[in-house]
Nanobody, 123 residues
């Protein structure tokens, strides 16, 4: 499985971005997808995830109500819609994939990773 993340950029606080994660090799219909982020000097942290079935989603407390993984996206591309962005959301954002319906917050439980896409939120 190869994953390609894109859509990052520079945005003012309160603005919005939509990140994309395109899969090749297998379609997302056969595995779940997660979004993680890593800020300078910090550990990689879970942001959001959607199960293989698409019926379940999970979000970190810090992004609940602001970030969304749309459930109706195409089979080979998933998105992270980020609204009301804050400077503390600034980080390198990664998409990851795994088999099964579980949505784990530990990066170690996700075997496939895309490269990061940088999100910078200015105050």
């Amino acid at each position: 499985v190869q994953l390609q993340a894109s859509g990052g950029g520079l945005v003012q606080a309160g603005g919005s971005l939509r990140l994309s994660c395109a899969a090749s090799g297998r379609t997302f219909g056969t595995y779940g997808m997660g979004w993680f982020r890593q800020a300078p000097g910090k550990e990689r942290e879970f942001v959001a995830g959607i199960s293989q079935s698409g019926r379940s989603t999970a979000y970190a407390d810090s992004v609940k109500g602001r970030f969304t993984i749309p459930r109706d996206s195409a089979e080979n591309t998933k998105y992270l819609v980020m609204n009301s962005l804050k400077p503390e959301d600034t980080a390198l954002y990664y998409c990851a994939a795994r088999d099964g319906n579980a949505i784990y917050q530990s990066p170690n439980r996700w075997p496939w990773w895309g490269q990061g896409t940088l999100v910078t939120v200015s105050s």
